[in-house]
DNA sequence: TATTGTTATACTCTATAACTATA
DNA sequence: TATAGTTATAGAGTATAACAATA
């Protein structure tokens, strides 16, 4: 296979994928931690950091800025201090109901301008786009999703 | 088919793809753009602004901080004097290269997980992603690439 | 007047380093 | 001492608005 192809292919996706973004959306940051919060429960502020892969402090913030959006909610530890757990709130799932619903809109729009045989193709890679972000993710954390 | 199941592949991939960008690579826009004037040579400040769907403030920024690292010339136009021709250099060229070799390399490491289904998947997507990625730059420049 | 590009300014998101609080 | 998290600070990249130069 060639991977220079795959590779730039992939690149101009993640290009046209970040131009579907309008300025009042969630940062695609953002998207990620509420949607681990909502698939796995509440974590940690550390363990969402290796899991999003940014640093500690830009997890600090980022719950911040969510935080003040009533998007998830901060809660003591009873068993350790120093610990923050973070948790999506009822606000925090329906604004990621609304983005996904909307990109899903818009991604929609584009592959309507497709034909069948290209609308089948990406379909059939969504699995393979699965094993290959599920590979990193278990790579960087050590411990499956 | 199931847009919101793509559209959160799509997504992931977007973040993964993100996450292997290492602090020294060019941006995702920069390397857009020098990919662009190395495959279609010179072309104005304006041009490229429509291309990458980025304002006409932040090209001249992104030029700007191309120009200074050497990747990228800026000559007038002799038949116009409001225009600003940009090319890309022979250190460009360089080191658009090496990130693609880069990113390959990286990329095949993340391939190497995979079985040789969801890798034949992979690469049978590539088309559909071309064709997916040039109905957006036509549908916006009104022209094809 | 319209177009091309730049400058001024501000905001978001990220990083590293230094710090506080708890274990 | 080590760990969890915060605060301070700086930089990249983006946008909008106001501007200068040319057509």
Known sequence: MDFIELAS????LVRLFRQLTTARDLSLTAAATLATLERDGPRRLTELA???GVTQPAMTQLVARLHEAGLVERAADPADGRVVRVGITE???EALAARRASRADRLTVLLSRLD????AALAAAVPAIDALTEAV????TGAPA
């Open 91 to 93: 606000a925090g799932s």
């Open 9 to 12: 292919a992939l690149e101009r």
């Open 116 to 119: 069948d045989e290209d609308r």
């Open 137 to 140: 993710t278990v790579h960087r």
């Open 50 to 52: 290796v899991q999003e």
